[in-house]
Every structure is written in structure tokens, then in C-alpha cells.
């Protein structure tokens, strides 16, 4: 499978974007697909996932109440809705797939497929 995640650019603080991330390829049913994020400097961090057959979702803390994950079968698409951005959520944005179809992880090491990722910018 490759991953095409889109939809990221600059933004004033309090403002809102959507991610997309495409997939070609077969995602199957107990895959998880995830957001990550990169600022410079720093480690990938866990953003939000979602898995594909129950439509189950996760969100890191620093998220939560303000980012919406969800997905389009047909589109073979997962989405990231982000309001009420902040400076700090400033980073490159990756989308993933779990390699374990069995149990969730927040760790960057257990997705694969990466894209190239997506500019987010948030001025303050």
C-alpha cells in the first residue's frame, strides 16, 4: 500500500484544516491507520489513529477535543480534522499503517507505508 497524506498548510492560531491521507493499495479490515507528527528537531509523535473495522479512534492527549479522526471506505481515505489549531501543533504530518493488526500502539515504530507527509504551519 502507499500513502498520499495531503491538506496541510499555514494557518492563523484558532484556525481549522483537514488532512487527507489516500491510500492505494487494500486496507483491510483490522488495520489501524494513524497520524503522526513531526516538528524539527523532535521525534515523531503519535497524533491520532483509527482502525478500519470498527471505526474505533485515539487520540494523543495534546489533541483531544480539538482534532476529529475518521475515514472514507469508499475513498479508501482517512481524514484529520484539526480546529483550533495552535503554534505548537506546527509540524510535518505522516500517515501510517500498524503493522500489528491486533493491538493499537502510539509508537512511530509500528506503522509503516509512510508518505512524504504534509506541511502544517500555525502562526500565532
Known amino acids: 500500500v502507499q500513502l498520499q497524506a495531503s491538506g496541510g498548510g499555514l494557518v492563523q492560531a484558532g484556525g481549522s484544516l483537514r488532512l487527507s491521507c489516500a491510500a492505494s493499495?487494500?486496507?483491510?479490515?483490522?488495520?489501524?491507520m494513524g497520524w503522526f507528527r513531526q516538528a524539527p528537531g523532535k521525534e515523531r509523535e503519535f497524533v491520532s489513529a483509527?482502525?478500519?473495522?470498527?471505526?474505533?479512534?485515539y487520540y494523543a492527549d495534546s489533541v483531544k477535543g480539538r482534532f476529529t479522526i475518521s475515514r472514507d471506505n469508499a475513498e479508501n481515505t482517512v481524514y484529520l480534522q484539526m480546529n483550533s489549531l495552535k503554534p505548537e501543533d506546527t509540524a510535518i504530518y505522516f500517515c501510517?499503517?500498524?503493522?500489528?493488526?491486533?493491538?493499537?500502539?502510539?509508537?512511530?515504530?509500528?506503522?509503516?507505508?509512510w508518505g512524504p507527509g504534509t506541511q502544517v504551519t500555525v502562526s500565532s
Open positions: 483509527i482502525r478500519w473495522r470498527n471505526n474505533r479512534k
Open positions: 493499495g487494500i486496507i483491510y479490515a483490522n488495520d489501524f
Open positions: 501510517g499503517k500498524g503493522i500489528s493488526q491486533e493491538f493499537f500502539s502510539d509508537s512511530a515504530k509500528d506503522y509503516d507505508y
